[in-house]
């Protein structure tokens, strides 16, 4: 069975600019969470998507955003990058989302923001 | 607001060493997951406590859930240097989506040979 898959690995984007980001679940996971990585802050909800809905949000601004196909692949946007928005960006699935339910992450997308 | 504190936030021991990493909050969770992370890789899963008091052994690795569900500990018996990685618990504040998963920032444990 294959795992998450996130890509791409790595990206250097500029200040102002916009990125897009992409997961594929394992087969048959419905629910896609995506995380932010920081040393500083460690691991920090963006959102979740269920069935192409966004069922969660966490504490971040409208410049992040997301959705979700039919076929359960998520996409995450961030428009007008900031410097601050470089991180680890984490993908993780899991079958319905429920909480305590186990979540298979990804490798992450390495961003880089100059 | 920093739900999960984990302590130490850096660890460095040697190979065959005994080591206890700490996860406490001032919540009470209805579950705690731990997970390792490897450099340049995401969390893995190593288990996942459930009742206060609980204990649950994984080869080298004790987890024990505390009574009041509010902190965990992690041992490693014996550290080997393939234990090298960040350890992450994640508390689950009530029931329903993955959106109540809350991280601690994780300790970073080196093993060296």
């Known amino acids: 069975k294959a795992g998450v898959t996130q890509t791409p690995r790595y990206l250097i984007k500029t200040r102002g600019q916009q990125v897009t980001l992409s997961c594929s679940p394992i087969?048959?996971?419905?629910?896609v969470s995506w995380y932010q990585q920081t040393p500083g802050q460690g691991l920090q909800f963006l959102f979740e998507?269920?069935?192409?809905?966004?069922?969660n949000k966490g504490n971040f601004p409208g410049r992040f955003s997301g959705r979700q196909f039919s076929n359960s692949r998520s996409e995450m946007n961030v428009s007008t990058l900031e410097l601050g928005d470089s991180a680890l960006y984490l993908c993780?699935?899991?079958?319905?989302?429920?909480?305590?339910?186990?979540?298979?992450f990804g490798s992450g997308t390495q961003l880089s923001v100059l | 607001t920093q739900l999960l504190e984990q302590s130490p936030q850096f660890l460095s021991i040697q190979e065959g060493e005994n080591l206890t990493v700490y996860c406490n909050s001032s919540?009470?969770?209805?579950?705690l997951q731990w997970y390792r992370q490897e450099p340049g890789e995401g969390p893995v899963l190593l288990v996942t406590?459930?009742?206060?008091?609980e204990v649950k052994k994984l080869k080298r690795l004790t987890f024990q859930f505390g009574d009041a569900r509010k902190d965990s500990s992690l041992h490693i018996t014996a550290a080997q240097p393939g234990d090298t990685g960040l350890y992450l618990c994640?508390?689950?504040?009530?029931?329903?989506?993955?959106?109540?998963?809350?991280f601690g920032k994780g300790t970073k444990l080196s093993v060296k040979p």
């Open positions: 993780a699935s899991s079958f319905q989302g429920l909480v305590y339910e186990k979540l298979f």
């Open positions: 919540s009470v969770f209805s579950s």
């Open positions: 998507y269920f069935s192409e809905t966004q069922r």
């Open positions: 087969s048959g996971h419905r629910s």
């Open positions: 994640a508390g689950a504040r009530d029931g329903g989506s993955q959106g109540n998963l809350i």
């Open positions: 406590v459930v009742t206060g008091g």
